[in-house]
């Protein structure tokens, strides 16, 4: 395990994550179910994506470095314009989403059936998520994958923990477009460092 790579997966995955529909869609089914339970179930359904995002970026290792670095720039470089337009779209409006979607989807359960329900409603949510390609690219990049899961997964369970006990103030005080943007500066300070260790 490499703690630098584990410090550098956590604060990548936090800032893309905190203003993603992951924030929003806990914090909705927090409303609805016991709030321990749905971080029980979405913390659950991370860790499976997380698992197979770091063990795609594994696989990645087998291609050459070269090419693995070309490719993670790239990645990097397109969360970075992804999170720039959804900065601008989200600054362009008057109000902010607010998740409404994912209520539609959380079934009327009880019990330990709810953390069964958030896990299925994330787990269907976030396939093909930025968070999961940046950890395919910070897997293959580091060629640490342990140590990339647990910072990516730490990460989210972290952003989900915030959204579950402090959702709604946080909200009010930081606006989600802001957040865009700085997830989309760390993005493209990633993509910049390396395509530098490419040419170099």
Known sequence: MDITVIALAFAAIFVVELPDKTFLATLVLSTKYRPLFVWLGVGAAFAIQTLI???IGGVATLLPTDLIQIIAALLFFGGSILLFIEGRRHHGTAT?????????K???????????????????????????????????RYDEPVSVFIGSWAALLTVSGLAVLLGRTLL?????????YVGAAVCLALGVLTLVEVLT
């Open 106 to 140: 959380a079934k009327d359960v009880r019990g330990f059936r709810q953390v069964v329900a958030s896990f299925m409603v994330l787990f269907a949510a976030e396939w093909g998520d930025l968070s999961q390609l940046l950890s395919v690219s910070l897997a293959a």
């Open 53 to 55: 995002a770091v063990a």
């Open 96 to 104: 902010e989403e607010d998740g409404s979607e994912f209520a539609d």
């Open 172 to 180: 009010r005080f930081i606006k989600l477009h802001v957040l865009h």
